[in-house]
């Protein structure tokens, strides 16, 4: 066994944890440690953008999947999480959205104060950059940061097709559909720059990989953090048979996602008290929110059989997004329609051959369903057990209808025509409301926009406060998207790029205060 000193250790080297550990050891004094799980060097297939389907269940993905969905016939959903330098975002689909403001305007209602939209706008902007990009407004968009994002230079026909489908249907066109500000729909702001994917490490990490006070270390499996009565004092992890110690002077930041650190917290002894003893494990702090508040984006959608060929998109597969509200009477859309040049449906179900159709994509952005993240086993690196619990709420699977009626109304548009064949899934004829309902159980993917598991809040079932301090414990921080309270109406890595950032700005103010110099 080994030891180490550091003044910082971050936990998790994905979007939160790149953006952390690089602002961090911007200062030459301070000791920076990364640990991460995956390997350091990138797949050949993360830099091409639309082989993202291809990056599932290799060696960059934990490739979990979830228990058995009881309100959706009993169905196992595969849950894909990144692991490799820059986490998920080196394997996601790439959209860089902010959620309606709305959504963080009830991140404030639920306690957590200070993280409204207009608190993390300095944050969103300060990791963006969209200089050049038409109709993107300096006072609300970034200029200069590291996250170059852009739509899709090379625009599918297709995609221009539902963007004039979705118009023809009486929905507005956005003009910067990214910025959280604008309902209807409109071209999506993307992560890739010069052809290629812009993840967390290539934007961030990688161009300060020389910097002599930041240790990076890969392949290494994060057991524990250690404790010294309530007092956070480092990790505890291994490189193949070699364990290492490393002692934090300062603090730890769990960064390893709303799977992976609720799921380390509780290795750690710190959780719900009868979870922990009914594995054996001792409760060193009582938390019963950790793991609790999982929330994800459910998808499904409309497969049609196109009546010719349909080319890969060169920059993703999915370029127009539309943001709805499935009832008028709501305070901010809940509903998000996009298209997706390759048909994407649930294992098992027939659907058309790839490069033969497409799919009009419906999520629910505001789901009121909460599940767990819970360890099937006190031994580190074994898998835990995900439960979303999809539609438990049935208002989940109100809206779903609502949504899937509503993309069926924009792919029967005439702007779709020159496109449009047979409607595969859900299928002619299935259109009353058990009938819609019936299929949406059954034809379930996951958005992968885990959140909520270490949720900010001032309640006995918070598990941080608002500068990410995990309740109970000195010297230890979440942030990542499992501090989200409840999760934006809008793919999530853009706001994990925002609160890494407000977190690292929280974590050098005390960098500051402790060099004496404010």
């Known amino acids: 066994m080994s030891i180490a000193e550091f003044d910082y250790i971050v936990v998790g080297a994905g979007s939160a944890g790149c953006v952390i550990a690089t602002r961090l050891s911007q200062d030459p004094d301070v000791r920076v440690l990364l640990v991460e799980a995956g390997s350091s060097t990138p797949l050949e297939m993360m830099a091409i953008p639309p082989a993202w389907p291809l990056l599932q269940g290799t060696s960059a993905d934990w490739a979990d999947t979830t228990v058995p969905q009881a309100a959706a016939d009993g169905l196992v959903v595969r849950w894909p999480r990144g692991r490799a330098l820059g986490g998920s975002s080196s394997i996601?689909?790439?959209?860089?959205?902010?959620?309606?403001?709305?959504?963080?305007?009830?991140?404030?209602?639920?306690?957590?104060?200070?993280?409204?939209?207009?608190?993390?706008?300095?944050?969103?902007?300060r990791s963006e950059n969209v200089t050049g990009v038409a109709d993107r407004d300096a006072a609300i968009r970034g200029m200069d940061g590291p996250m170059r994002v852009r739509p899709a230079i090379e625009r599918h026909p297709l995609a221009k097709a539902f963007l004039t489908a979705a118009v023809e249907t009486g929905y507005k066109e956005a003009k910067d559909f990214a910025s959280g500000l604008e309902e209807g729909f409109g071209w999506s702001d993307m992560s890739i720059a010069d052809g290629k994917r812009l993840d967390a490490a290539t934007a961030y990490l990688r161009p300060v990989l020389d910097r002599p006070n930041l240790a990076v270390v890969t392949d290494a499996l994060v057991h524990r953090v250690t404790m010294d009565g309530d007092r956070c004092t480092g990790v505890e992890y291994s490189v193949g048979n070699d364990l290492v110690i490393a002692r934090?002077?300062?603090?730890?930041?769990?960064?390893?996602?709303?799977?992976?650190?609720?799921?380390?917290?509780?290795?750690?002894?710190?959780?719900?008290?009868?979870?922990?003893?009914?594995?054996?494990?001792?409760?060193?702090?009582?938390?019963?929110?950790?793991?609790?508040?999982l929330q994800d984006h459910p998808i499904s959608g409309i497969a049609?059989?196109?009546?010719?060929?349909?080319?890969?998109?060169?920059?993703?597969?999915?370029?127009?997004?539309?943001?709805?509200?499935?009832?008028?009477?709501?305070?901010?859309?809940?509903?998000?329609?996009?298209?997706?040049?390759?048909?994407l449906h649930a294992d098992g179900l027939p659907g058309p051959e790839m490069g033969r159709g497409y799919t009009i994509m419906v999520a629910l952005m505001t789901p009121h369903s909460r599940g767990t993240i819970?360890?099937?086993?006190?031994?580190?690196?074994?898998?835990?057990?995900?439960?979303?619990?999809?539609?438990?709420?049935?208002?989940?699977?109100?809206?779903?209808?609502?949504?899937?009626?509503?993309?069926?109304?924009?792919?029967?548009?005439?702007?779709?025509?020159?496109?449009?064949?047979?409607?595969?899934?859900?299928?002619?004829?299935?259109?009353?409301?058990?009938?819609?309902?019936?299929?949406?159980?059954?034809?379930?993917?996951?958005?992968?926009?885990?959140?909520?598991?270490?949720?900010?809040?001032?309640?006995?079932?918070?598990?941080?406060?608002?500068?990410?301090?995990?309740?109970?414990?000195?010297?230890?921080?979440?942030?990542?998207?499992?501090?989200?309270?409840?999760?934006?109406?809008?793919?999530?890595?853009?706001?994990?790029?925002?609160?890494?950032?407000r977190a690292a700005e929280l974590l050098r103010a005390r960098?500051?205060?402790?060099?004496?110099t404010a």
């Open 92 to 125: 996601n689909a790439m959209c860089f959205l902010r959620g309606h403001r709305s959504s963080y305007d009830a991140w404030v209602d639920a306690g957590a104060v200070g993280w409204s939209y207009d608190d993390l706008l300095p944050y969103f902007k």
């Open 248 to 293: 934090s002077q300062a603090e730890v930041v769990l960064c390893a996602g709303a799977v992976g650190s609720p799921q380390l917290l509780m290795l750690s002894g710190i959780g719900p008290q009868e979870h922990l003893r009914q594995l054996g494990i001792e409760t060193l702090v009582d938390l019963p929110g950790v793991g609790a508040n």
């Open 304 to 343: 049609y059989e196109a009546t010719c060929p349909v080319a890969s998109g060169a920059d993703n597969h999915g370029e127009v997004q539309g943001l709805i509200r499935s009832n008028a009477h709501l305070e901010g859309p809940d509903v998000q329609l996009s298209i997706a040049d390759v048909p």
């Open 374 to 501: 819970r360890l099937a086993d006190p031994t580190p690196g074994i898998a835990p057990l995900i439960d979303p619990r999809y539609y438990a709420d049935k208002r989940d699977l109100d809206a779903m209808v609502d949504g899937l009626r509503s993309a069926r109304a924009i792919g029967d548009a005439s702007a779709l025509a020159e496109w449009r064949g047979k409607d595969v899934l859900p299928g002619v004829g299935v259109e009353d409301e058990e009938a819609l309902r019936a299929y949406l159980r059954k034809n379930l993917l996951s958005y992968s926009h885990y959140t909520g598991t270490c949720r900010i809040g001032v309640d006995q079932t918070a598990v941080v406060s608002p500068d990410l301090r995990v309740y109970g414990v000195q010297g230890l921080r979440v942030a990542d998207a499992s501090v989200m309270p409840s999760i934006p109406s809008a793919n999530t890595n853009a706001t994990v790029y925002a609160i890494a950032e």
């Open 511 to 516: 960098v500051t205060r402790a060099h004496g």
